[in-house]
């Protein structure tokens, strides 16, 4: 049994409950209901336009949540003005404070290296150091050990408080004999 198209009407040579001979016919007969549909709407409101009461007060509410968001958009519109120029502040007196100091400390660190005679030469110091590391102390040869010794008791004198060094001989004996106690 052979139909026809019910968009076009044209002879369908489909299945037996096709409706419509292609998608195009198909979505052009959708288009033309929902069409149909809206016109009946429009003319329904024509003949009877009743005030919806319910859409009215969905209006007024509708309204004044926009103006709440509204003021709530400008209220932080104006912390965000004031937000960025106190970080900028802040930022300014923070980079200004690290400036400072790191200009004391490269004062301090030019007075140090100005006034500074060394108490060991550089030779000495690695000495002293390849005999104190865990890494070295056990290859460290006897001589080696007593060299270091020895510069780090002439050192002494530069390396502890005036107060713990003697003055004279009396006080060097004295100090000896404390110790041996």
């Not at 919806?52 to 969905?58: H, K, L, P, W």
């Not at 500074?116 to 102390?137: E, K, V």
């Amino acid at each position: 049994m052979a139909s026809t198209c019910a968009e076009c009407g044209t002879q369908l040579d489909a299945r037996a409950d096709a409706a419509y001979c292609s998608n195009a016919c198909r979505q052009h007969a959708y288009r033309n209901r929902k069409l149909v549909d809206w016109e009946a709407t429009i003319a329904r409101l024509k003949v009877n336009p009743k005030p919806n009461r319910n859409a009215t007060a969905v209006t007024a509410k509708a309204e004044d949540t926009i103006k709440r968001l509204l003021q709530r958009i400008k209220e932080l519109e104006a912390l965000e003005a004031q937000f960025q120029p106190r970080v900028q502040a802040e930022v300014q007196r923070i980079l200004r404070a690290e400036s400072e100091y790191m200009d004391r400390l490269r004062t301090k660190y030019q007075r140090v290296l100005a006034t500074r005679n060394g108490i060991l030469t550089r030779a000495d110091y690695d000495l002293i150091r390849s005999c104190l590391h865990p890494d070295s102390r056990a290859s460290a040869s006897d001589q080696k050990l007593a060299n270091a010794f020895r510069v780090f008791n002439e050192a002494d004198i530069l390396l502890l408080n005036d107060k713990d060094h003697p003055e004279t001989v009396e006080d060097l004996l004295k100090q000896r004999r404390n110790r041996k106690r």
